[in-house]
């Protein structure tokens, strides 16, 4: 079955500080891909990234960083330098290619960051 | 500016009604999804539509019903049969395959009276 763990419920920092959102994931397909979306107190999910199975290289985006590792089915993403605009509910989702359920994305529980002043 | 517009943001049913959520996107995306997001449990999908006049299942389809008949519109009706529909509904587009990114409404919240 495939899966999508954030083990994290909520996780509260001071700002400036970096942390680290964990996404675990499940599925016996090859081909697959990740993503992370971002919802702020507004409610609508904001897309931030995307990673397909055969591209396990690092990203880094401004202060958003993501760490693809297969061999422990992890897709972390670090927020470095945090700031009050950061707290939302965020989710890992995973989608996978060409099987028979094809249009359906499997969301984690989400994690709720808070980010103090 | 383009986008997904979902209405009302609030709304309250009563015992034994139907109600319907709309959604309307001017993306000229061609898939629609209709996502429930309970506390604690992520979003679950309700219903897909990858083109006019389609749609199938998501995991919790029991209680609901969508339409597809125009490609900008995929409202979502709650049955009298979905006995806990107390929740946040989200609609979200893309372009066509599930492995684009899904662009989102800024959901209702629907609410039991």
């Known amino acids: 079955a495939q899966k999508v763990t954030q083990a994290q419920t909520e996780i509260s920092v001071v700002e400036k500080e970096d942390v680290t959102l964990d996404c675990v994931y499940e599925t016996r397909d090859t081909?697959?891909?990740l993503f992370?979306?971002?919802q702020p107190p507004s409610g609508e999910l904001v897309f931030l990234i995307r990673r397909n199975s055969f591209d396990e290289q690092n990203e880094i985006s401004g202060?958003?960083?993501?760490?693809?590792?297969?061999?422990?089915?992890?897709?972390n993403?670090?927020?470095t330098a945090s700031q009050v605009v950061d707290s939302a509910v965020y989710f890992c989702a995973l989608s996978e290619a060409g099987s028979s359920n094809t249009g359906k994305l499997i969301f984690g529980q989400g994690t709720t960051l808070q980010v103090k002043p | 500016d383009g986008g997904i517009t979902q209405s009302p943001k609030y709304l309250f049913r009563k015992e034994g009604q139907n109600v319907t959520l709309s959604c309307e996107q001017?993306?000229?995306?061609d898939a629609m999804y209709w996502y429930r997001q309970d506390p604690g449990q992520g979003l679950r999908l309700i219903y897909y539509s990858q083109i006019v006049n389609d749609f199938q299942k998501g995991?919790?389809?029991e209680g609901y019903s969508v339409s597809r008949e125009k490609k900008e519109s995929f409202p979502l009706t709650v049955t009298s049969a979905q006995k806990n529909p107390t929740a946040f509904?989200?609609?979200?587009?893309?372009?066509?395959?599930?492995?684009?990114?899904l662009f989102f409404g800024s959901g209702t919240q629907l609410s039991v009276l």
Request: proline content about 0%; some cysteine.
């Open chain 1, 36 to 38: 992370w979306y971002k």
């Open chain 1, 31 to 33: 081909t697959y891909y």
């Open chain 1, 63 to 75: 202060r958003y960083s993501w760490n693809f590792q297969k061999s422990t089915s992890s897709f």
């Open chain 1, 77 to 79: 993403f670090t927020i």
């Open chain 2, 26 to 29: 001017n993306l000229n995306h």
């Open chain 2, 89 to 101: 509904y989200l609609c979200a587009s893309s372009k066509g395959q599930l492995i684009e990114k």
């Open chain 2, 59 to 61: 995991d919790i389809a």
